[in-house]
């Protein structure tokens, strides 16, 4: 509840305002179909006040009525949804070998999600830019196309993001100091609307939060695979940034230690878990050959060729399986002693290969835990290999779900 201990002025007012329909819009989100006196007395808002509401957030088509019911005592009531007919999010991720874009709508559902073939890691920052903006200016015509407006897009990047939407380094992609956020802005000639750029990590974990078998799970961590590995921290039900918004860069912690123990990693350090277990080392180590004609731009078949080899019962693919599965429990115990998370959901190729990683991984974490067996949930998540972008598109849908009336 919102406490007011000083005299009341117009701009708290619009705050109380803004709260309160935030609290309707998540009444209804958690709870559609509901009645108008379903949310008032469930959230503790008065009628008057919910009426008020509800009336002008269908009049920003962000609810909708949709008939009577007459299972309840007393009068028959006006039922009231989400409306997903307006307002769309758009996400962007920036993967292995894939540009994405995903939008949704505040009702969640994904209502696209194209991938385009791009190798991030040798096209530079000026090359990306311009790829994303077409990917973009493609899914914009589309949406608008269908009388819908877009309300934000939201890049996720492996590496790290500053808070003015910066990378000042992602090494997985060989960029330093990219204003990513501010290019993207002027090649998309300033859009009417917010452009963010943020960890893949992150949104990923903001897309577990809200979508999937762990939505609502208070603690929990979204690993990433990928090009880099990534964790998205949600502890208490909040993402954890740290100072600077750098926080989850477990991709760099130092599973084998010393040059000649650990490969290379971009970083220019050794034996770090992305050297180990990001999907070009899982390629380079699992299968010799796929690297002979030069870098590996398409990661998929590859992978596939390893589920193949691992399914056929390959000896050396499964016992390498093994061993990577191993160094991942190594660095899932860390954030297990760090966080005590309920579920830790892997991402990208981790969760392709899943099967024969993760047996390796919670036996490590089991082996490693320093006291009562830990209660984590190592499991493959469930959003597939678009939930950066999904998780980007949630969060462009995020000031209008913290209360504030859309624009246009
Ligand atoms: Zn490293």
């Not at 709870?31 to 008032?40: L, N, Q």
């Not at 939505?215 to 993402?239: C, F, K, M």
């Not at 499991?379 to 462009?396: D, K, Q």
Request: glycine content about 12%; some cysteine.
């Amino acid at each position: 509840m919102i406490s007011i201990d000083r005299p009341v002025q117009t701009a708290d007012l619009g705050d109380v305002r803004v709260a309160n329909r935030a609290v309707v819009l998540r009444h209804v989100r958690r709870h559609a179909p509901c009645s108008r006196a379903d949310v008032a007395a469930h959230t503790g808002l008065n009628k008057a006040t919910v009426s008020s509401l509800v009336s002008e957030l269908i009049e920003h088509r962000l609810l909708r009525e949709t008939g009577l019911t007459e299972n309840r005592v007393g009068r028959p009531a006006t039922m009231l949804v989400l409306d997903g007919s307006r307002y769309v999010g758009l996400g962007l991720q920036i993967g292995a070998d894939e540009l994405v874009v995903v939008a949704a709508d505040l009702t969640g559902g994904p209502l696209l999600t194209w991938r385009r073939a791009f190798a991030a890691a040798t096209a530079g920052p000026q090359e990306t830019v311009r790829a994303l903006a077409a990917l973009t200016r493609r899914a914009v015509t589309r949406i608008t196309g269908a009388d819908r407006t877009v309300l934000g897009l939201t890049v996720g990047v492996p590496g790290l993001v500053d808070a003015a939407g910066a990378v000042p380094s992602a090494p997985a992609l060989g960029w330093r100091d990219v204003p990513l956020a501010a290019e993207l802005r002027r090649a998309l000639h300033d859009p009417g609307y917010p452009v963010g750029v943020d960890t893949d990590a992150n949104l990923a974990a903001c897309a577990e939060l809200r979508h999937g078998p762990y939505a609502g799970t208070a603690d929990l961590v979204h690993l990433t695979g990928g090009l880099a590995i990534g964790a998205g921290l949600v502890s208490g039900g909040r993402l954890l940034r740290g100072g600077r918004g750098f926080a989850g860069e477990i991709g760099h912690l130092p599973v084998l230690a010393g040059p000649p123990d650990g490969p290379a990693c971009r970083c220019g350090r050794h034996g770090c878990l992305t050297a180990l277990a990001g999907v070009d080392a899982v390629v380079r180590r699992l299968l010799p050959d796929a690297a002979l004609d030069g870098p590996i731009t398409d990661y998929l078949p590859e992978i596939e060729r390893i589920q193949a080899l691992a399914r056929a019962g390959d000896e050396p693919v499964r016992a390498g399986l093994t061993e990577i599965g191993r160094q991942l429990g190594q660095a899932v115990s860390v954030l297990v002693d760090l966080l005590d998370p309920e579920v830790v959901a892997v991402g990208g190729h981790l969760a392709a290969l899943a099967p024969w990683l993760l047996p390796a991984a919670r036996a490590e974490v089991a082996a490693r835990a320093p006291g009562p067996p830990a209660a984590v949930r190592i499991e493959a998540s469930a959003l597939g290999s678009a939930a950066s972008a999904l998780g980007g598109a949630t969060a462009a849908l995020a000031t209008v779900e913290a209360g504030q009336l859309p624009v246009g």
